[in-house]
């Protein structure tokens, strides 16, 4: 069983930034690919960024390429998410998962664990 606990949400104007963290239970972390994916209300669930579980592999939704950065600290079992350059669409409930068989996909389907998310809201 694996635990998410994501922070670091909040209010912020468009234009700024916010980092996100997931704290993950779990002897294990570095053997799980860890996402990242938003809900807006109304809407789907999508995916914005996934990581390896060594870090050396990324990939991101194409409208977050450029602005946001996933990162990973396997000793202190946390992926983070750095968001820049945060536009009003972009409020969401921000979620992590884990993903803990081969492979970092990018459909929510494919993720075992999630966190209970963290509230990102951008104002104009």
């Known amino acids: 069983q694996v635990q998410l606990v994501e922070s670091g949400g909040g209010l912020v104007q468009a234009g700024g930034s916010l980092r996100l963290s997931c704290a993950a239970s779990?002897?294990?972390?570095?053997?799980?690919?860890m996402g990242w994916f938003r809900q807006a209300p109304g809407k789907e669930r999508e995916f914005v960024a996934t990581?390896?579980?060594?870090?050396?592999?990324?990939y991101y939704a194409d409208s977050v390429k450029g602005r946001f950065t996933i990162s990973r600290d396997n000793a202190k079992n946390t992926v983070y998410l750095q968001m820049n350059s945060l536009k009003p669409e972009e409020t969401a409930v921000y979620y992590c998962?884990?993903?803990?068989?081969?492979?970092?996909?990018?459909?929510?389907?494919?993720?075992?664990?999630w966190g209970q998310g963290t509230q990102v809201t951008v104002s104009s």
């Open positions: 998962a884990a993903r803990t068989r081969y492979g970092f996909p990018t459909s929510r389907y494919e993720y075992d664990y």
């Open positions: 990581m390896s579980g060594s870090g050396g592999t990324t």
């Open positions: 779990g002897r294990t972390f570095n053997n799980y690919a």
